[in-house]
């Protein structure tokens, strides 16, 4: 399909440039603040305390680690293996769950949404448990056959390819899918149709049609998780460093843990993050934004293509890798809240209660579930009206700025979130002092850390809403804002559901971001969660997450009862 | 009538005495001062303490100070050291002081608190003379604390010896490991994890006195040939050594372990420690994540001399004792670890392994480690 010249309307009205200024001004503000005030603090040499004194230690120290190239390199091969993968299977998945005529397909994407909600840590512990090449269930199940003769494996999740499995399982399928299928419902069923009444099969269709009218939410997903590769580590600490296997972000990870940290070494990996990252931001906004891919017209259709007696196969296998995703691990984990010690059935009573006795009863629990609620629920609120006004900016404006501003969006992505916290933990306390230790100062955090993702799903779906729409609320004489309301958002209502049930799981699940911001009186779940795991009692940490999953998971429920045409359904 | 008053003069005298001596003790200037500090405390309300995040602990000390000084809030934070010291270390540059006590390891407070002036003279906040006696703790006052000053940061409880990890016996039998060279024998190649000695904690510990036995040189080979698979996760560590996929873990914690073995799992894993392993060790100890500083420019200076006074009183380091399973060095109480072997004892000279020197010590022996290129 050929792209076309952006032509959307212009705003130029003094009013519309003012709102453009006032959002540019402010995103710039939360964001590169911290990030500025890291970047100095990276050049300070002295202690704390000291007379100020300046160098380039820590940007030596960083750049100079002979390690570090190796574990840039394993980290982007680790992202390609993945990608290889992950991207066919999501995009494929995500189809079928928007536009195919199969059953239940609100159930399979709620299964996918069940999959990102779980915990991380407890997840690879059951995948452990079943693929450790000594003693992982599947592989002796495997050897126990009699025309198989090997004394470990066949499976070894001590591998390279083990993490990959690990990845596929865990995320990196269900989140690009559930990125994407907003973005799959959108197409107007016409373009579809005049390829298949062409005599095009489906196949082809899908990778001659739709898939590049997906191509701003393809970029746009493709390079969040690009972005997002160089801090993943929690996966590979356990099942990495057994095998020597080092990634980018235990490298950060190892920085910001260490007895003393050492944020400016971090934040030179953070930056560097950000550079590597620059060339491809430009262009997917050049790709992603300034051309037409518009999908939702005045005379846009929506329809479910038939799969024939291709239905049930196809609804078996969606199902199935939905069910293999989701419920396998959520069984894993709900199993380990009750059992004594997590994995051994051998013990002759291997369940208890114990687990969500010591929980249940804990007095900071319910000030905990109330600090998340507030803070999830306000930062989920807050980031669909931020994402919004600036996706809006940056897709529908010519606003000279917008390229800037959509780079500037980009970057807390490329930024731990730990070095987020203290970044802005040193702009509170210069000049916000009231604001330290409040919840506000969490949602205010939260809702910087999940910008991006926000921001860049609703511009990848907004690109897809012609103008046409706008232009004849405005020939009918409404200004900007009603037709923002009545014309702009109710196309987009479902993928501003997505927005903000992802950023209230991001947020209620977040602690990197707000650790170092929390007081005793804003404890959050997740917060709690990490308490028990240094204790380390990590079966009731385990029921924390759970308890933050049934949370997650009824706050989509009670959106979908209230009509609002949930992402989650 | 002469000797009936001889005979009352005895009693007599005894009640004078004991007059004379009762309000003696009411107007020891210390009994005073701690009056006037503890009435302040009152006023002031509350003390801001961060300390380890164990649930135990945690419970332990909040519900222990309720009871002792009920009018006096305590507001607890439990967390890792390096996290809470991030933010006091910004905190205090911004001249915000949010907080009274310090309750952590040596590394990092003593490295990140001391060099910018943030922590008290200790000795300052204790009122009563018998907590800075000698004769009230064993080897001294002055051996408690850690760092290289002896002013600032406190540790009050106290482990003898290391262990260098464990052993699963149902697959490593004694005549295969009975002692610390037999590690390097070919058919337990393979076998051995290690927790990964880069990072803070027991592991790393383990590793340094190890090295100051054995030598540096006997380190080196034995990390970079003999088949040592490392990891940082203690669950996963154990998880290994009582399954028998690597039967041997140098460098963990028993927290696990021990969970574990309550439930009748690795009933024969066996701790590696004493003479077999660590040959002609002088005695030694460490404090661990319960040292104790308090703040310059506390907000509640009162009530942090308060908690600082109650911390190291006998009856609650009995209660952390306990608690814990660990060993006061206050002379007068009982040791509450499961190992008798482990508590301190009169008259010997101990080495310290948590302290400042040591602390620097065992970071000089990471740098080596990490040229080495076994752990990244």
């Not at chain 1, 249940?360 to 319910?366: F, T």
């Not at chain 2, 009152?42 to 419970?59: C, L």
């Not at chain 2, 809470?84 to 205090?92: D, F, Y």
């Not at chain 2, 009748?264 to 005695?283: K, N, Q, R, S």
């Amino acid at each position: 399909m050929r792209a076309l010249p952006f032509a959307a309307p212009a705003r130029r009205n003094g009013e519309g440039y003012a709102l453009c200024g006032v959002a540019f001004v402010a995103v710039a503000a939360v964001v590169l603040a911290p990030i500025l005030a890291l970047i100095i603090d990276s050049f300070r040499v002295a202690l704390p305390g000291e007379r100020a004194a300046w160098g380039v230690g820590a940007w030596q120290s960083a750049l100079g680690d002979a390690d570090l190239w190796l574990a840039m390199w394993n980290s982007v091969r680790l992202y390609i293996a993945t990608s290889i993968f992950s991207w066919p299977v999501a995009i494929a998945l995500a189809w079928v769950v928007a536009r195919a005529d199969i059953p239940a397909q609100n159930g399979i994407e709620f299964l996918l949404w069940l999959s990102f909600f779980l915990p991380s840590l407890t997840v690879v512990m059951a995948w452990v448990t079943l693929i450790d090449p000594a003693t992982g269930l599947v592989n002796q199940a495997i050897r126990r056959l009699p025309f198989v003769h090997l004394t470990t494996g066949p499976f070894n999740i001590y591998s390279f390819w083990g993490i990959v499995w690990v990845h596929l399982c865990q995320n990196a399928i269900s989140i690009k899918t559930i990125l994407l299928i907003p973005a799959f419902r959108n197409i107007d069923a016409y373009l579809e149709e005049a390829s298949q009444v062409s005599g095009v099969g489906i196949a082809r269709t899908l990778r001659h049609v739709v898939i590049p009218l997906m191509a701003p939410a393809i970029i746009v997903t493709t390079l969040l998780s690009f972005v997002r590769l160089w801090q993943s580590f929690e996966i590979e600490i356990v099942l990495g460093i057994p095998q020597g296997f080092y990634v980018f972000g235990t490298k950060i990870y190892d920085l910001l843990n260490n007895q003393i940290p050492d944020y400016g070494q971090a934040t030179v990996l953070a930056v560097l993050v950000i550079v590597i990252a620059f060339p491809f931001m430009v262009l997917q906004q050049r790709y992603a934004v300034d051309r037409r891919y518009e999908t939702i017209t005045g005379r846009a259709r929506h329809r479910r293509t038939g799969l024939g007696r291709a239905k049930w196969p196809v609804f078996a296998a969606v199902m199935g890798l939905a069910l293999f995703v989701s419920i396998l691990p959520m069984a894993a984990v709900l199993m380990a809240t009750f059992m004594k010690v997590f994995g051994h059935f051998e013990l002759s009573e291997p369940w208890t209660l114990d687990h969500w006795m010591q929980v249940l009863g804990d007095p900071i629990l319910l000030q905990a579930v109330r600090n998340t609620l507030v803070v999830a629920g306000s930062a989920a609120l807050l980031s669909v009206a931020l994402s919004t006004i600036v996706a809006y900016i940056l897709v529908r404006t010519r606003y000279r700025l917008r390229g800037v501003l959509d780079v500037i969006t980009w970057f807390p992505q490329a930024l731990p979130g730990m070095l987020m916290g203290l970044g802005f933990l040193w702009i509170v306390l210069l000049f916000v002092k009231p604001l330290y230790g409040t919840l506000s100062l969490l949602v205010i955090v939260t809702v910087v850390a999940g910008m991006t993702v926000g921001i860049q799903i609703v511009k990848s779906n907004m690109v897809q809403l012609g103008a046409e729409l706008e232009e004849a609320s405005r020939i009918a004489g409404a200004t900007w804002f009603p037709t923002l309301r009545k014309v702009v958002l109710p196309p987009l209502l479902p993928v501003l559901v997505l927005v903000g049930t992802f950023t209230f799981v991001a947020a209620s699940r977040d602690v990197s971001n707000i650790i170092l911001l929390a007081s005793g009186q804003s404890t959050t779940l997740a917060l709690l969660q990490l308490d028990y795991m240094v204790a380390p009692l990590w079966e009731s940490a385990t029921v924390v997450a759970v308890i933050m999953t049934l949370i997650t998971t009824g706050v989509a429920l009670v959106a979908r009862a209230c009509n609002l045409r949930l992402g989650v359904r | 009538m002469r000797r009936a008053r001889l005979r009352l003069a005895g009693p007599l005298l005894a009640v004078a005495v004991v007059i004379w001596a009762a309000g003696t003790v009411a107007d020891e200037p210390w009994q005073a001062e701690w009056n006037k500090v503890l009435n302040a405390a009152r006023q002031e309300g509350s003390v801001v303490v961060s300390g380890p995040p164990g649930e135990i602990v945690q419970q332990l000390i909040t519900s222990s100070w309720a009871k002792a000084y009920p009018d006096i809030g305590l507001q607890y934070t439990g967390a890792r050291g390096t996290q809470i010291l991030s933010k006091v270390v910004r905190e205090r540059q911004s001249g915000l002081y949010n907080w009274d006590i310090v309750l952590a390891s040596t590394d990092p407070t003593v490295f990140m608190l001391i060099p910018i002036h943030a922590l008290a003279p200790f000795r300052d906040a204790l009122i009563d003379p018998a907590l800075k006696s000698d004769k009230t703790w064993i080897g001294g006052f002055a051996a408690g604390f850690m760092d290289d000053g002896q002013q600032y940061f406190y540790s009050t409880m106290a482990k003898v010896g290391s262990t260098m990890g464990y052993v699963n016996r149902d697959c490593v039998p004694t005549s295969t490991l009975s002692k610390v060279e037999d590690l390097k024998k070919p058919e337990l190649v393979g076998k051995i994890a290690w927790y990964d000695p880069l990072q803070p904690g027991t592991g790393s510990r383990s590793t340094w006195v190890l090295s100051t036995r054995m030598g540096e040189a006997w380190l080196e080979d034995m990390l970079k040939n003999h088949g040592i698979t490392f990891a940082r996760d203690y669950r996963q560590l154990t998880e290994w050594l009582v399954d028998c996929s690597k039967p041997i873990a140098i460098g963990i914690t028993n927290d696990v372990l021990s969970e574990m073995q309550q439930h009748g799992i690795g009933a024969h894993v066996e701790a590696l420690t004493g003479p077999a392993y660590f040959h002609d060790l002088p005695a030694g100890w460490g404090g661990a994540n319960e040292d104790i500083g308090w703040y310059e420019k506390a907000p509640h200076p009162n009530a942090a001399k308060v908690f600082a006074s109650w911390y190291l009183s006998r009856d609650f380091q009995q209660q952390y004792a306990k608690a814990d399973q660990n060993n006061s060095r206050r002379a007068d109480t009982i040791s509450g670890d499961p190992d008798p072997a482990d508590a301190l004892r009169p008259g010997v000279a101990y080495e310290c392994w948590g302290n400042e020197a040591a602390v620097r010590q065992l970071k000089a022996l990471q740098q080596k480690i990490k040229s080495w290129g076994v752990v990244k």
